[in-house]
């Protein structure tokens, strides 16, 4: 395949109220070659003035393509006219490297409400197609472009919840617009350019994720679109956790770097956040709430979390230093332990920890553990090991997943990252984002070789995750660095985001 390709173009005029609206929209496929991409459209209407359209990342279509959309409206009025006839060509870059589809130099063309065209030896696909589900949503529309010579008699849509455990069907119906109303004919072409379009609606419920693809049935033959050899996919929005030692007010511009904080949070979506070195002036010991960083970071959220922070001991002569848990939802269930054999809040050896459970839609209940232990030499295997008992104690069968986050002063590949490799329990989300295979060597078969594997690896925040689970993590992201949202800490942030298994 081509390093970009187009897939579909859709080109329809409504009138609304003596309001005449231009609708152009248009589905690429790129080659996964690099991680920062733009993706354009180049187009010229019938004023010949060229313009460009930036498309959006829409969806993967297997490991090495993804899928981008574009989608423009354009209002006539006394000064600006409707497009009307288009001519476009794709534009991709990626890597200082630049690819075009234009048609092998021709450029392709769109007539002006021609409706929708396949391009490319689709002879059948999905259009239209959204990439989310939200929050309340029970159903899906599938929209079906077959070409007219395939005299397509009857679509299907196959259809799954459980990853094809139990399959479902539901029938397409051949969609009748104002081009057939003006021919008159129930038979005619809904669309004058030799495509035809059915509709269907998938109902499935309270379901996270739906797969699906479509049979076209004709001229005694079966035709089928699975996006590639993939399927389409669509699910809710995945969960998301993100991790940061917060550097216990240490840091210059740190008022400035507490907002960039928030943004990202926002940006990102984060559903829950776990912070370490969460700080606020000691006073005597009995601490300032209105100086915690933990709080201002979530009053300055677009919509303030559920927020649960503890403190385990002097830092830095004069802040009551923790940790802590925001959560978009609702919090249950909150405990704070010492781990650590020290309790003398003098004590930077004294360690506690924060957990909350917390009910997931479409996911369930979850344990989740905010934690910041000491070094190896300072205790760590003790305070790991108390961790780990008192997360057991709370699992149950209705605990979906548990989650053990934060600053664990431990690098990956060391002495006690092999503590918990070998306690066979928890497993390093990240690795298995990143590098699945390594993280089979070590968490799977537990190759002899492994540590050699991590050599240069120095992260020491991680999300440990309990290897029963019932949660799949499908993305893991460094977050404050110079090339987002700059350094805010002595450490890294890190974004995970996980789906039901």
């Given at each position: 395949m081509a390093n970009i390709q187009l897939l579909s173009v859709e080109n329809?005029?409504?009138?609304?109220?003596?309001?005449?609206?231009?609708k152009l929209s248009f589905f690429v496929r790129v080659e996964n070659v690099g991680f920062n991409k733009e993706v354009d459209i180049v187009w010229a209407g019938e004023d010949g003035a060229w313009q460009t359209l930036a498309a959006r990342f829409h969806s993967k279509q297997g490991e090495s393509r993804e899928l981008w959309f574009v989608e423009f409206k354009q209002t006539q009025t006394a000064k600006k006219p409707l497009p009307g006839t288009i001519q476009f060509g794709l534009?991709?870059?990626?890597?200082?490297?630049?690819f075009w589809d234009n048609n092998n130099g021709?450029?392709?063309?769109s007539e002006a409400d021609s409706g929708v065209k396949l391009a490319g030896n689709n002879p059948v696909m999905a259009v239209g197609f959204a990439d989310r589900l939200t929050d309340a949503q029970k159903s899906i529309p599938v929209t079906v472009a077959a070409e007219q010579?395939?005299?397509?008699?009857?679509?299907?849509?196959?259809?799954t919840t459980d990853n094809w455990l139990h399959t479902f069907k539901t029938p397409c119906f051949f969609k009748k617009d104002h081009w057939q109303k003006t021919a008159g004919s129930a038979a005619a072409n809904p669309n004058p350019f030799g495509i035809q379009i059915w509709t269907g609606?998938?109902?499935?419920?309270?379901?996270?994720r739906v797969q699906y693809c479509i049979a076209c049935e004709g001229k005694g033959q079966t035709l089928w679109d699975n996006n590639g050899g993939h399927n389409y996919v669509i699910s809710r929005k995945p969960l998301a956790v993100m991790i940061l030692?917060?550097?216990c007010y240490q840091e210059d511009n740190q008022d400035y770097k507490l907002s960039q904080i928030a943004r990202a949070i926002n940006d990102k979506e984060a559903d829950i956040v776990c912070f370490q070195e969460v700080a606020e002036h000691w006073n005597n010991g009995a601490g300032d709430w209105d100086s915690n960083s933990a709080k201002i970071i979530n009053d300055r959220l677009s919509r303030p979390y559920h927020l649960y922070t503890d403190w385990s001991h002097l830092g830095f002569d004069k802040y009551r230093e923790g940790v802590a848990i925001l959560s978009r939802f609702k919090l249950a269930g909150q405990e704070s332990r010492y781990v650590s054999d020290s309790h003398d809040a003098y004590s930077i050896h004294s360690r506690k920890v924060v957990m909350t459970q917390m009910q997931l839609p479409y996911l369930g209940l979850i344990n989740v553990f905010s934690a910041h232990l000491s070094w190896i030499e300072d205790g760590f295997k003790e305070q790991f090991n108390r961790l780990s008992e008192w997360a057991e104690s709370r699992r149950s069968d209705e605990i979906k997943a548990t989650l053990l986050c934060g600053d664990f002063n431990i690098a990956a590949g060391s002495e006690g990252y092999r503590l918990v490799v070998d306690a066979h329990q928890y497993e390093d989300q990240f690795l298995a984002a990143n590098s699945p295979g390594l993280f089979d060597k070590i968490f799977k078969v537990n190759d002899l070789h492994w540590q050699d594997y991590l050599a240069d690896d120095y992260r020491i925040d991680f999300i440990f995750m309990h290897k029963d689970s019932e949660l799949k993590v499908t993305s893991g992201d460094i977050l404050f660095t110079d090339g987002d949202y700059g350094r805010v800490s002595d450490h890294c942030g890190y974004?995970?985001?996980f789906e039901p298994e």
């Open positions: 329809v005029i409504s009138r609304k109220k003596k309001t005449a609206q231009q534009r991709y870059r990626v890597n200082s490297e630049e021709w450029n392709y063309t010579s395939l005299a397509v008699e009857k679509v299907i849509i196959h259809w609606r998938v109902k499935f419920g309270d379901a996270f030692n917060l550097h974004l995970m985001t």
